[in-house]
């Protein structure tokens, strides 16, 4: 089976690109492939929050409802700005592209390293957290953890280059059965804790609160800060779909606006709901049970409803990298676009997906995978940063850009780089709101990266220079490509002049070389075949059967140079850059390589790579063009063959020369 | 620094091919440099002996020196018999080509096969037991064993690079050293125990004899042929010289026979005296201190010649290694020149030695360090069979070879493929020794392999046979070229027809791809640019280029062809292949590739490798010539400035046009 058909059975048939349309998502499907991430970080942010909490006693966890209601409201903010961000840019390319219309370039490449090192992150963080609750439950697994791991990633970058559309279709029912399974247990819970429905209330063990340890001030103040900037890793991935605005059915904006909007009631909702009932039921973090798991315990007990939610809690963490592979590619489309990634991160593969990013996020998080041992823990204070500096930096856009739209008159319109602003009655509202969302998520940031500097952040705060330093470095290289082929101002004929010379390096007298030489003796006149000698038995060897084809070997010249050591091409690339320096120095001259093509590569190893290697160091040679002969290998029956075609074509010739075989 | 001198810091200035005689070898580098194995077996040979024999209980240690005598017997009768190769076969290539003469090809791949394992064992084996000794004294480099011994051999690789006369200089301390200082101790010991000298002979503690464990007839015999066969690990190495008789000095037959007899009596008279004391002295083989170590310790107690025995013990054991560098290479070289190996392992480097061969054995003997984490007695079960193999050959061959000689009459001669004969007066004599040492050497290789063979011989085993066929693949290979290129019945004007066609498959037309089609147009006045478009922008954009260099353009034809899919090379590719087939079938076609060539690698990988990948599949097709027709990419500096050189030239045309980057 070849490499197509290969291809073919793994990722599937070839889409055409005229299918573009078709493979577009709906809403159903859209919130499944955009929203895992964002939506699983419910099954962790509350626990957060009350981890910090922990510190100042059990009684300070009645602190996390206030705190997890605050963050929802963020959350609530967070979104709102990029459903305004939608709106503004159909296009998508979320933060990137927001950044870039209203800060300038530099601020945008900053929130793009941050996103991708964050969508990078997002698929390590993933499916490690995910192996850990499979091997929880199947300890014999322990030891496969980094395996296991890569396979998930695997798995989901399979999945993913076959379609947006299969993906989705895939990833929507674990989606949605975390959410109704969750929605499910909390409804229940509040059900019983308010005793709705007729049902008795349930009993509630009363706290056993612990005296109150003491801290100062600041250092009270600090940990709710950190509590907050702990459960704001509820905000990750909320951006997801302001990126890939343009994979959703027309109207793109509105349908990809809708699904943020039901995206986030979804995730507030059920934010709150488990805050509210892990206040309230008295919960406490316990390292081996997790505070989804406690909560689902405590309402539903031990039942069919509390393995769904544990299931599908596993199963939605692994999915959560999912986020990952729908934007860092299409972030990583915009960056190519504007010429500060690969061009070939813009290539759709074969199923109308980018397949180069998609594999390039694979390989990297695999990278992350292996260097952690996949150990969430160990990754985490490299994670969420990147989120927030996005934040910050696409709400601070939105308030320029409703400040812009705030100067126009009702009816006028404005043109920025990207898009067409009107003018709108809300301005200001949305304005602040962004505004103060833009503050939050920046003070969330620095108290991320002063927390977690030392555990790892500096990692990041490391990396993100390093990248913006390669997205100009890849943009300085495309600006040299275009300088340099540029037509402008080009009048045709004169390009440059080719000259009429051709050399063709040779070891021996064969049909190869023959051939080589028939094809330069085409080219020009002035041919010069060049034979390095290291005996003078193949000195003579080579003349006498330069001799014997006058036909080929009248009008072409032989230099043959005595060579005293043995790397052969060293004398030859000596020659051509000689002729080529004092005797054509503005022309272009040109190399013919007579080359065996072997019928496999085993026996291709067989053969001095001569070829191979002039070739590449004529190629770093300005002004030299190279021209391989090829000259194919049959085995042995199909050479008898062609021997015998040509023996009975031409009358024989008694010669009873020995040959010895090839040099080469 | 380039790679060139690079190479130059590490490996030293070239040699001239003329100075090969410079580089022969002196008998005193000779035998350092070919004996380091041979002799280095005396340190553990007669161990080898003792750790059968007390199987049958400590008293049967005493048959340790009768049946050493016997092996050192059979070294004298082997030494003989590879003398006499030498002396018919002053080429060198020992066992591979006396058996080839002789026996013919398929015993003599036997004999190569064999012979090339051992090399690569002996390699693995030496400097992982010499690693073990530098472990033993510095435990805390024992988890670094493997790491040390891949050291080991990157240093010996290394020496060797550096040229045949240099390692014979640094080899040859260590050697000597270590024989002067075992036959001191070995001296010492005689004279002690003889009361030579006027010395005080020493006390010897009575042997404890156990009682004999009770053996049967059967087993009795085949634990002494055990032990018999154990001690022939003395043999090892011994062929080595015969390989390499071309590396000594004029006369080189006559030398490299003189440096085997000294090396022979040198074996002979260490491993006898060593096994004389050790019986003498009432050693008994120890888990944690050799039989040598005892034996040096016993004589001349803890002082300073003890230590010297001990360190130039554990350096030549890691020397023997050198004497599988001396023959891989050379028995590679000779397989290769009949067309057996492939033909680089001809290749003399640098500093006149085969340093394919030297760094193929590198590799090898590398794999195996790291299979058997450097765990040599895991390794001795697949060790000194191939040895035994080769002996029995060449002594069978010799046998054969004295029976022609003695057929002839005084002053007759004969010439064999490789050699010609003379009247030898005792050709009998050499006859019966050659094949009493056959013999034994047989009986020998038949209670390795039955003893060993489970625990490692049969990877062996199964190896020979492999290598015996991939000899055979090569050669058949190398026939197939030969019959492919051969001259013979060629009537020089008619080799085949060039097609008066050029192909140019373009992405985008600009200067690279307009350079391209100038070139082109000298070729042929049929020339078809091939474009695939995408879209119908992209196709007009590439139209209204196209028209605007009516110089280059108007005798050529531009064949767009739309496209659905993203994989742009499989319509180019099938365009080719249509006029190939449909047009020219039995005519050569030119293909002319532009490519941006980018000043560094890094920013090489920023483009599509579209050039590269039509190139690869290009060279699968017969009958296509490929042109690359470079255009190198200059970093902005440079190409402002060959910019600016343009416009100077040419009087600007004032054209408005917006130019988006190049599409490659």
Not at 281 to 299: C, F, G, H, K
Not at 649 to 655: G, K, M
Request: overall charge neutral; some cysteine.
């Amino acid at each position: 089976m070849d490499y197509s058909s290969l291809k073919r059975r793994i990722i599937g048939e070839p889409f055409p690109s005229s299918m573009e349309a078709h493979e577009r998502l709906d809403k159903i499907r859209g919130l499944a492939i955009f929203a895992s991430d964002p939506i699983s970080s419910n099954a962790y942010a509350t626990e957060a929050i009350m981890s910090v909490l922990i510190v100042l006693g059990s009684g300070a966890l009645a602190l996390t409802l206030p705190i997890a209601l605050m963050i929802a409201l963020l959350v609530g903010i967070v979104i709102f700005s990029y459903i305004q961000v939608i709106m503004h840019y159909p296009e998508g390319g979320g933060g990137y592209r927001v950044t870039k219309d209203n800060l300038g370039t530099s601020p945008s490449l900053l929130a793009a390293a941050a996103l991708l090192t964050d969508y990078i992150l997002t698929v390590s963080v993933s499916v490690s957290a995910g192996m850990r609750a499979l091997t929880s439950a199947f300890p014999a697994l322990r030891p496969y953890q980094v395996i296991l791991a890569l396979a998930a990633i695997l798995l989901i970058t399979w999945i993913n280059l076959r379609g947006v559309r299969e993906s989705g279709s895939i990833f929507a029912l674990p989606t949605y059965a975390f959410v109704v399974g969750v929605l499910l247990v909390v409804l229940v819970g509040l059900s019983k804790y308010f005793g709705l429905f007729g049902i008795a209330p349930m009993e509630i063990t009363a706290p056993a609160i612990e005296a109150q340890r003491s801290f100062t001030g600041f250092a009270y103040t600090w940990l709710l800060l950190r509590a907050f900037a702990a459960g704001c890793t509820a905000l990750t991935g909320i951006e997801a779909i302001s990126d890939g605005v343009k994979a959703f059915k027309p109207p793109e904006a509105a349908n990809a606006a809708k699904t943020m909007l039901i995206m986030g009631i979804i995730a507030m909702a059920l934010f709150g709901g488990i805050s509210f009932l892990a206040t309230h039921l008295n919960l406490v973090p316990a390292e081996t049970d997790s505070i989804l798991s406690q909560m689902a315990r405590a309402i539903v007990g031990d039942g069919f409803l509390y393995y769904w939610v544990q299931f599908f809690t596993m199963l939605i963490l692994v999915l959560a990298a999912n986020t990952g592979f729908q934007d860092f590619p299409r972030l990583g489309y915009f960056l190519a676009r504007d010429g500060f990634m690969p061009r070939w991160m813009m290539n759709l593969g074969d199923r109308l997906v980018y397949s180069g990013g998609i594999v390039a996020l694979a390989f990297l998080s695999s990278v992350i995978v292996i260097v952690f041992q996949a150990d969430e823990f160990a990754m985490l204070p490299l994670y969420a940063l990147g989120v927030m500096v996005s934040f910050t930096l696409s709400q601070a856009s939105m308030v320029k850009l409703m400040r812009k739209v705030g100067k126009l008159n009702p009816g006028e319109t404005v043109d920025t780089a990207a898009t067409t602003l009107h003018y709108e009655k809300n301005w200001l509202g949305k304005m602040l709101l962004s505004g103060i969302g833009a503050v939050i998520t920046f003070i969330v940031l620095i108290v991320l990266v002063a927390t977690k500097f030392i555990d790892g952040a500096w990692v990041i705060v490391l990396t993100i220079p390093l990248l913006i330093w390669m997205f100009k470095s890849i943009r300085m290289h495309y600006d040299d490509v275009a300088e340099s082929l540029r037509t402008r101002n080009l009048i045709g004929s004169k390009l440059i002049e080719v000259a009429d010379v051709v050399i063709v390096p040779i070891g021996d007298i064969h049909r190869g070389t023959l051939r080589a030489l028939q094809y330069a003796r085409r080219l020009s006149g002035d041919v010069r075949v060049v034979c390095v000698t290291l005996s003078d038995e193949q000195k003579e060897h080579v003349l006498e059967r330069w001799n014997r084809f006058p036909q080929l070997t009248d009008h072409a010249q032989l230099v043959c140079i005595d060579y005293d050591y043995r790397d052969v091409l060293e004398p030859v690339f000596d020659f051509i850059q000689n002729v080529k320096e004092n005797e054509f120095p503005d022309e272009l001259i040109t190399v013919v390589v007579p080359e065996f093509i072997s019928p496999t590569l085993a026996t291709q190893l067989l053969h001095n790579q001569s070829a191979n290697v002039l070739r590449a160091r004529l190629r770093a040679q300005p002004g030299v063009i190279v021209i391989d002969i090829p000259f194919h290998i049959h085995s042995r029956m199909r050479a008898r063959e062609i021997s015998q075609q040509v023996e009975d074509a031409i009358p024989t010739v008694a010669t009873a020369e020995a040959e010895t075989p090839a040099s080469e």
